[in-house]
């Protein structure tokens, strides 16, 4: 038995006609439980594994011929 859940929240922004920027943050929530009902040997295990991950990404249009792009992400795991 499993379930997953998952959201994802984007935002774009133009500072100028230059610089953009473009940022989400998602959020993963997985779980799942293995089990064997049949005794003497019953038994269950449950995990969990979440994520957190924020990203931005940035375009600077230097000039026609030149754009220079750059980011940062940070992700954040999370296990039972």
Do not use: C
Not at 16 to 41: D, F, G, M, R
Not at 49 to 67: A, R, T, Y
């Amino acid at each position: 038995r499993w379930s997953n859940q998952y959201g994802t929240l984007k935002w774009q922004h133009f500072f100028s006609e230059k610089l953009t920027s473009t940022s989400s943050l998602t959020y993963s929530n997985y779980t799942a439980k293995i089990v064997n009902p049949t005794a003497p040997n019953r038994f269950e295990i449950p995990t969990r594994l979440s994520q957190v991950n924020l990203n931005s990404d940035f375009s600077f249009q230097m000039n026609e011929k030149h754009k220079l792009g750059f980011g940062i992400q940070a992700i954040r795991y999370h296990s039972e």
